[in-house]
């Protein structure tokens, strides 16, 4: 969650187009609303917000980024790194693995995370 988003505030599209203004915080993103007499809501999370600044947010979204998806593309502005893999760590002789460890023959975890994956 990012603190020095504030609802009121402008938002506004990767290309600069306003899309409205913050009217709820949440733990897992904004939302955005344009209009009032017929409006139109934005739900955006957290990863997407690419800058805030001069009370202004900048979101990953943008009217290139539809077109992309339209013609079976991925837009560049959605696409996350995926975090480094790192070896499962080893089972001690006879004893537990300690704590998010990956069970044996479960493969590989994300480096960072407690909980192994599979």
Known sequence: MDERVKVGMTVVDEDGQRLGKVTRRDPWGIE???GFWSPSEWVIRWDEVLEVERGRVRVARSERALFELAEGGMPESWSRRTPP????????PGGYAPAGAPAPGLGYAYAGQGEPQG
């Not at 893999?85 to 001690?92: E, W």
């Open 32 to 34: 955005v609303v344009r």
């Open 85 to 92: 893999l790192v070896a499962p760590s080893p089972r001690p």
